[in-house]
C-alpha cells in the first residue's frame, strides 16, 4: 500500500484508521454472511443491528433520553436546510442566526419556503470572524436556528443561546460528537455524517418527539420527518454502507478514545498546539476572533497569495493535503476533525516552523 498522507480535508474529511480498517476487513464478508453489506438487505437482521448499534451508541455519547428520535436522512444538511422550517414552522416566524455560508443558505431555503424569517443576530459586519454575542430572542417564533461551526471562516460557538421555550434548531454538520454538551435546549439536530461521524451519503436528524406533532400531514412522504420516525429510518432503502461506517466511527469514540469527554479534551490539545503557534509569531495569521475560533477548523493566511500556492505545492510533498481553504474565501485551513490525531497537528506545525523560516 502507498504511503497514508495526512489528511486535513473539511469533508468528506479523514476517518479513524481503525475504521478503515475494520471496514476493511469486513468488505467481502460482513459477519459471516458470505457477502459484503453493499450486497446485504436493509430488512435483513444484520443491517437492523447495525443500525440499532448505531442509534443507541448516538444516544449514549449525547445523553439523549427517551424523548429524543435519532433518524438517518439522505440529501445533506443542504436538504435539512428545507426540511426544517417545511415541517417545523408551523405558520409562525422563524428566527435564525447568520454566522456564514451555510447558515446563510438555510435562511436562503427558510424564506423559499415562504416563511417569515428573521435574521436576529448576524456577524456580517466582520465577515463573519466572529460569533455575535447579542441575539433579539423572540417568544413568538417556531424555533432558533444557528450553525455550530463555522467551517469556512473557522468560528464556533463556545456557549450555546439560551432561547427559552423556543426550540434550538441546529446545523452541527461540523463538530458533532467533538464535545460535550446539554442537548436539551435542542428541540432538533441535523448533522451531515461526513465530518466527524463518518462518510458522505447519509445525515443524521436528533429530533425531540413534541417537534415530531409539527408536521403538516400535507407534505410530500419524503419530507415529512415522521416518515422516517415511524419507520426507523427504513421507510426506503436507506444508505447502508454508509450508516455501517457510522456506526463504526461511534464505536471508536465510544470505546477507544473513551467518550465525548476525552474526545473534547484531545481536541482541545490539538486545537491549542496550532493556535499557540499561529499566535506566537507574525509570519502566518488567524482569521477568526481569538474568542470565537473554531477547534475543527483552523483558518490563517500568509503575507502574500503566491506564498499561499507555494506552502499548498510543498504541504502535498511532504504528505499533508486539504489545506486550501474555501474558494470563496481563500487563504489555508486546517480541519482537525475527531480523526485527526495529535501526532498529525504537531507534524502540521513543524512544517509550518520549517517553511516560515524558509
Known amino acids: 500500500m502507498a504511503q497514508r498522507v495526512i489528511n486535513f480535508n473539511p469533508g468528506p474529511s479523514a476517518l479513524p484508521l481503525a475504521v478503515l480498517e475494520q471496514a476493511k476487513s469486513e468488505m467481502l464478508d460482513f459477519q459471516g454472511t458470505g457477502m459484503s453489506l453493499l450486497e446485504t438487505s436493509h430488512?435483513?437482521?444484520p443491517f437492523e443491528a447495525v443500525l440499532d448499534s448505531a442509534i443507541q451508541r448516538t444516544r449514549r455519547l449525547l445523553g439523549l433520553d427517551e424523548s429524543y428520535q435519532v433518524l438517518f436522512i439522505q440529501g445533506g444538511a443542504s436538504m435539512q436546510f428545507a426540511m426544517v422550517p417545511m415541517n417545523l414552522a408551523e405558520g409562525k416566524p422563524?428566527?435564525?442566526v447568520n454566522t456564514g455560508t451555510w447558515a446563510t443558505k438555510a435562511i436562503k431555503e427558510a424564506r423559499i419556503c415562504g416563511n417569515e424569517t428573521r435574521v436576529v443576530a448576524t456577524s456580517e459586519d466582520a465577515q463573519f470572524t466572529y460569533i455575535p454575542e447579542k441575539i433579539d430572542f423572540?417568544?413568538?417564533a417556531a424555533y432558533l436556528h444557528i450553525t455550530s461551526n463555522n467551517t469556512i471562516r473557522g468560528t464556533q460557538w463556545r456557549n450555546f443561546p439560551d432561547a427559552g421555550a423556543v426550540p434550538l434548531v441546529c446545523d452541527m454538520s461540523s463538530d458533532i460528537f467533538s464535545r460535550r454538551f446539554d442537548p436539551r435546549p435542542f428541540g432538533l439536530i441535523y448533522a451531515g455524517a461526513q465530518k466527524n461521524a463518518g462518510?458522505?451519503?447519509v445525515t443524521m436528524v436528533i429530533i425531540r418527539e413534541d417537534l415530531l406533532k409539527r408536521v403538516p400531514k400535507e407534505l410530500p412522504?419524503?419530507?415529512?420527518?415522521?416518515?422516517?420516525s415511524d419507520n426507523r429510518s427504513l421507510y426506503n432503502t436507506p444508505p447502508c454502507f454508509s450508516i455501517y461506517i457510522c456506526e463504526l466511527v461511534l464505536k471508536w469514540i465510544e470505546e477507544t478514545v473513551g467518550g465525548l469527554d476525552r474526545m473534547e479534551k484531545i481536541n482541545e490539545e490539538k486545537a491549542?498546539?496550532?493556535y499557540n503557534y499561529i499566535d506566537s509569531q507574525d509570519f502566518y495569521r488567524g482569521t477568526a476572533r481569538p474568542d470565537s475560533?473554531?477547534?475543527?477548523?483552523?483558518t490563517f493566511l500568509l503575507p502574500e497569495a503566491e506564498l499561499e500556492k507555494e506552502f499548498l505545492a510543498t504541504a502535498v510533498e511532504a504528505g499533508l493535503v486539504g489545506l486550501k481553504g474555501h474558494r470563496s474565501v481563500g487563504g489555508?485551513?486546517?480541519s482537525i476533525y475527531n480523526a485527526t490525531t495529535i501526532e498529525s497537528v504537531k507534524t502540521l506545525v513543524d512544517f509550518m516552523k520549517q517553511f516560515a523560516k524558509r
Request: avoid cysteine; charge should be positive.
Open 221 to 228: 412522504t419524503m419530507f415529512k420527518y415522521t416518515t422516517y
Open 43 to 45: 430488512r435483513s437482521k
Open 138 to 140: 423572540n417568544a413568538d
Open 293 to 298: 475560533r473554531s477547534r475543527m477548523n483552523v
Open 199 to 201: 462518510p458522505a451519503g
Open 272 to 274: 491549542a498546539l496550532l
Open 332 to 334: 489555508l485551513r486546517a
Open 94 to 96: 422563524v428566527d435564525y
